[in-house]
């Protein structure tokens, strides 16, 4: 008899412990890559997980395995406003925003548009704002709530091609900075994540801005580099699960760090932008991309 009730107060012991860690988290970018496994990753995990996507059909997946399915352009107000009303309205808080969405513009930085370089910031850079701005009323007035953005390796270093790309992350990462130390205050951390070579759908996206620019480019000598042929493709790169991982440690650490860094070479290049001179790193970035 004692050892049954034993049984039943450690089981309720543990409901309440696991009640009191699950948490309400909206991921954007959620029908590929990071995002979805990070969805899953977390779902398993006991939390409940709202996923956004501007590609409806291939992200209702969600739905099935105890998501909830939004659709969600991060470039259209309307729809940031209601995927936070529906969360609100439905979980009464918001503990945690991954902000996962992003594309990579790839070609050199001349040959570009302004108009594909301007809706590269769009959703890189004022997507996550406009996202983050949507959450941070709910956060500030329960007094906690993480906000993890995710950048790049390239949010640091850089290479040919991804010009555009890598200036968004850039200002992702100093942007993140600064709205860590205005937001302290309320109890919300900001976390930056800087995933290294992950298989994901976005090296797809950027081959289209290369089939449109690189005909008759002045740069044919990066558009052309081995590395990027179809038979090194994702060679040497990292699961989405490892990213997933990371996220998954950050918002369930009593004192996250402000950065956090997972993937195929990414410590090597970070290690390496930042302790060799901007020449040498110059040299070591041309040797490799050609």
């Known amino acids: 008899m004692m050892f049954k009730k034993f049984i039943l107060f450690t089981y309720l012991i543990g409901a309440v412990f696991a009640k009191d860690i699950q948490k309400v988290i909206l991921i954007t970018g959620t029908a590929h890559g990071i995002g979805k496994s990070t969805a899953q990753y977390l779902l398993s995990k006991g939390h409940i997980v709202y996923g956004g996507d501007i590609l409806i059909e291939e992200n209702l997946y969600l739905n099935d395995i105890g998501g909830v399915a939004l659709e969600m352009d ?76 995710i950048s790049s390796v390239l949010g640091k270093a850089y290479n040919p091609l991804y010009g555009w790309y890598v200036s968004s992350k850039h200002a992702v990462e100093g942007w993140s900075d600064v709205l860590r130390l205005e937001v302290e205050q309320f109890g919300v951390d900001v976390i930056i994540v800087e995933p290294g070579l992950i298989k994901t759908n976005i090296g797809n996206y950027s081959a289209r801005y290369f089939d449109k620019y690189s005909k008759n480019s002045e740069y044919g000598n990066f558009y052309n580099s081995p590395d990027d042929s179809s038979d090194n493709k994702f060679d040497d790169y990292s699961d989405p699960i490892v990213i997933a991982k990371v996220i998954d440690k950050a918002i369930n650490a009593k004192n996250p760090k402000t950065r956090y860094s997972a993937g195929a070479y990414s410590w090597i290049l970070l290690t390496m932008r930042s302790i060799l001179p901007d020449k040498w790193f110059d040299r070591l970035i041309l040797n490799v991309t050609g």
């Not at 548009?113 to 996550?128: I, K, P, R, T």
């Open 74 to 149: 991060v470039t259209n107000q309307e729809h940031v406003d209601n995927a936070i009303n529906q969360i609100i309205q439905e979980q009464g808080r918001i503990d945690v925003l991954v902000n996962n969405a992003g594309i990579a513009v790839g070609s050199a930085i001349e040959d570009v548009s302004m108009e594909d370089a301007h809706y590269q910031f769009e959703v890189n850079l004022f997507g996550l704002g406009r996202t983050v701005k949507a959450v941070l009323p709910h956060m500030r007035n329960q007094k906690s709530g993480t906000i993890i953005n």
